[in-house]
């Protein structure tokens, strides 16, 4: 009793420090949640053509879904090609999860519209075996779209001017379903350019 009667606060202090340690395990640790993704900003807003479908797509219509963009151009000599190949791969994975289309859409839009006719488009797209009902091919003046790139915070494009080749960040833009930017996912990292991340970043934002 002398015992408890002399320890007493620090058994109390040790007592609170277990407890504090079993909340934070099982707020945070124990959990097989991924930490939440920041909102970086608002995507911008946008008008843009269909180019296998035709008519205008006007980005704020897909809100209520969660969209995976890419800027890119079908002659990139190479990395648009893997990164495509990559939105492949989480196409399928959306088809098997039943997402694809009505939850999630992917977004690919061409920055070189004067060689990436609706035609070259489709031959692209084909290569890939993109699904046109949840997969969205656009573009647009080039103009436009060249000032649309740096809108989303952290983009950027450079052609030159002698040999009408481009410089692009390879990027995967991750929107939610109320138009934040969440994500941006670098090609450059290959950790996190797998099917199986970018699909867990986007079960994490639905």
Not at 19 to 24: A, E, K, T
Not at 144 to 173: C, Q, R, V, W
Request: proline share 4%; aromatic share 12%; net charge negative.
């Amino acid at each position: 009793m002398q015992f408890l009667l002399k320890h007493s606060f620090k058994l109390a202090i040790g007592s609170l420090v277990v407890l504090m340690g079993i909340y934070l395990y099982l707020t945070y640790g124990g959990s097989e949640r991924e930490p939440k993704l920041p909102n970086m900003q608002a995507a911008p807003e946008f008008t843009l053509q269909d180019a296998i479908n035709g008519g205008d797509v006007n980005f704020s219509d897909s809100n209520g879904k969660v969209r995976l963009i890419y800027f890119y151009w079908a002659n990139c000599p190479d990395v648009c090609p893997p990164t495509t190949q990559l939105m492949s791969q989480v196409q399928d994975k959306l088809v098997a999860d039943g997402k694809f289309g009505t939850d999630v859409e992917l977004m690919s839009i061409t920055f070189d519209p004067e060689r990436d006719t609706p035609e070259a488009i489709k031959k692209y797209a084909d290569k890939f075996h993109a699904d046109f009902t949840g997969w969205k091919f656009l573009r647009g003046d080039e103009k436009y779209t060249a000032e649309l790139i740096p809108k989303f915070n952290g983009m950027m494009l450079y052609k030159d001017a002698n040999t009408n080749e481009f410089s692009h960040l390879d990027l995967l833009i991750l929107v939610d379903r109320d138009g934040n930017v969440r994500k941006y996912i670098d090609g450059a990292h290959e950790e996190t350019m797998s099917a199986d991340s970018i699909m867990k970043d986007i079960k994490s934002v639905m």
